[in-house]
Structure formats: C-alpha cells, structure tokens
C-alpha cells in the first residue's frame, strides 16, 4: 500500500465549474499537509498549506483536511483554464521529508 | 521566495554514459534536496544535500549511482552514472521554503532525461 494515494484523474471540466482533489493517507502520524501545483514543463509550485483538520480557504482556492478519516482534498471554485495543470497533494511528519501522491491531472475547458 | 534553475534543461542520452545536473539557487540555502519524478508516480527523494558535508541518501538511493556535490550554499550538482533506460525521468532540485520544519519547499524546473 503507498503512503499516499491520490485519485489518478485526469479530470477535464468546463470553465467555471467547481474541482474536487482528493488524496488518502496512511500514516496517522502525518501533520502537516500542502497542495501543490505543476504546469507543464515546470517544477511544482506550493498553492496550499495547512496543519490542522478542517477547511483553510486562500481566495478561489480551499484545502480540506480530515485527520480522522486521513483525508484531504482541495477544492477550486469558478476554475479557470489558468488551472489546467497537474495537482500533487504532499504531506510531512516534523520534517522536510514530504510524501507526494502521484498527481491528478485537470484541464479546464473554456 | 527562492528562485532556482537547472541545467540542462533537457537531455537525450545514452545508455551506459552519465549526465551531470546542475542547480543554481539566487540565495544562500542551508538544504537542498534532489527528487526524481517518473512518468506516473509520485516526486521521490533521492537526496538532501548539505553545504560541507556528505549528501545524505534515501533508501533505494545510492552514492555510486548518484553523486551529489554541494561547493556552496547556492549551487549543487546531481550526477545520475552508467544509465539505464529505467533513469529516464524528470530530476528536481529544491530547496527549503517556509513551515516550522521546511515542509514547504521551492522546487527547479526539472531536468528532462531520456536514455535510449
């Protein structure tokens, strides 16, 4: 079983529709949790941090963390075609030893 | 936030041969890391690279395989020696960005291996 398990996507959804992301997790020990996105052609980019259960919303964008049910997911409103890209969840236990899932590919169709 | 790049930024290689990469940071770091992104799976650490001191090694990760300098605190070069075409794959450097344990990082623009 993987660490993390990320749903494998691709996911293609019209413009201005809402993306749902969503990766499990296997390590309760787990504690602090981040979103990252990657263009193509480009090295990942930190879009979402958080380290507590519940919702942390950064305008269109919002994380979701359920430690209990070691689950996490990020959520984008009114998504753009500048969304297109690759979406990678990551999490760490107390170090900079991060965890990725494999990634869920979005585009976003004007 | 830390500006990063690599060289080259893409390579087409032979197997048996090696391939230096280069990762230049426009400040001072502390840590690097070095990561391999295969078509389909997760970003993998193969390394952390500490400024005067040996890189240290994740598990599946070896030196001979992967030799890794650290001369200064904003340059590091990853060697990926005698490839196979098992090491075709995308190699990242990164470097640590904020969090109380630098869980968030900055990430290169990838290097683009393919070997035939």
């Known amino acids: 079983q993987k660490e993390v398990e990320q749903d494998p996507g691709p996911l293609s959804v019209p413009e201005g529709a809402i993306v749902s992301l969503n990766c499990t997790y296997s390590n309760s020990a787990f504690q602090y949790f981040m979103w990252y996105r990657q263009y193509s052609r480009k090295g990942p980019e930190l879009l979402m941090y958080?380290?507590?259960?519940g919702n942390k919303e950064d305008g269109r964008f919002t994380a979701q963390v359920d430690k209990s049910s070691k689950y996490i997911s990020l959520f984008i409103r009114d998504s753009q075609p500048s969304d297109s890209a690759t979406y990678l969840c990551a999490m760490s236990l107390n170090d900079y030893k991060l965890s990725f899932g494999a990634g869920t590919t979005v585009t976003v169709r004007a | 936030s830390a500006v990063i790049s690599q060289k080259p930024s893409r390579d087409i290689c032979q197997r048996g041969t090696s391939l230096t990469i280069q990762c230049q940071v426009d400040?001072?770091?502390?840590?690097m890391f070095w990561y391999r992104q295969q078509p389909g799976q997760s970003l993998t650490l193969i390394a952390t690279?500490?400024?005067?001191?040996?890189?240290?090694?994740e598990s599946g990760f070896v030196i001979d395989k992967f030799p890794i300098s650290r001369p200064n605190l904003t340059f590091s070069t990853l060697t990926v020696s005698n490839m196979s075409p098992e090491d075709s794959s995308i190699y990242l450097c990164?470097?640590?960005?904020?969090?109380?344990?630098?869980?968030?990082?900055?990430f290169g623009p990838g290097t683009r291996l393919l070997v035939l």
């Open positions: 958080t380290y507590s259960s």
């Open positions: 990164s470097v640590v960005g904020g969090g109380p344990f630098g869980e968030t990082q900055y």
């Open positions: 400040s001072q770091v502390t840590m």
């Open positions: 690279a500490n400024q005067g001191s040996e890189a240290t090694y």
